[in-house]
């Protein structure tokens, strides 16, 4: 994870209303997780950008569950709206989108910050 990058999207998110765990919790998330872009960030600055999308409770991501709803009475109901695609899960997508076109407009025009992400990746990335 680029320090530059992920700290300049966690403070143009958070302005826009993405609300983030605390960093120890972010620490322990990262341990734990694994995605692609952990391999793109090998090659280029990255970072994973995540938001929450609410679920039913006791719901996890990347389960069949998730894809449902419950509703009043708690039952699961087969095709009801999925989460991912609800009102929440596109209004959180939205403010995510902003937040990193923010960063994007900030390493594009400010050098000083474009030089603090390129330092913190050769910093951190293991070179061949």
Do not use: W
């Not at 039952?75 to 989108?97: D, G, H, Y």
């Amino acid at each position: 994870m680029n320090v530059p990058l992920a700290l300049r999207y966690e403070a143009y998110a958070s302005g826009l209303g993405i609300q983030f765990p605390s960093r120890k919790d972010q620490e322990n998330l990262m341990a734990c997780a694994s995605t692609d872009q952990g391999n793109v960030s090998y090659e280029i600055p990255a970072i994973q950008a995540v938001y929450k999308i609410e679920t039913p409770s006791g719901e996890a991501n990347h389960t069949p569950e998730f894809t449902k709803v419950r509703d009043l009475v708690g039952r699961l109901k087969a095709n009801n709206r999925q989460a991912a695609k609800s009102e929440q899960a596109f209004e959180q997508t939205i403010l995510s989108t902003k937040g990193l076109a923010y960063v994007a407009i900030d390493y594009l025009t400010q050098p000083d910050f474009r030089e603090a992400v390129l330092q913190d990746f050769q910093r951190t990335v293991k070179t061949e």
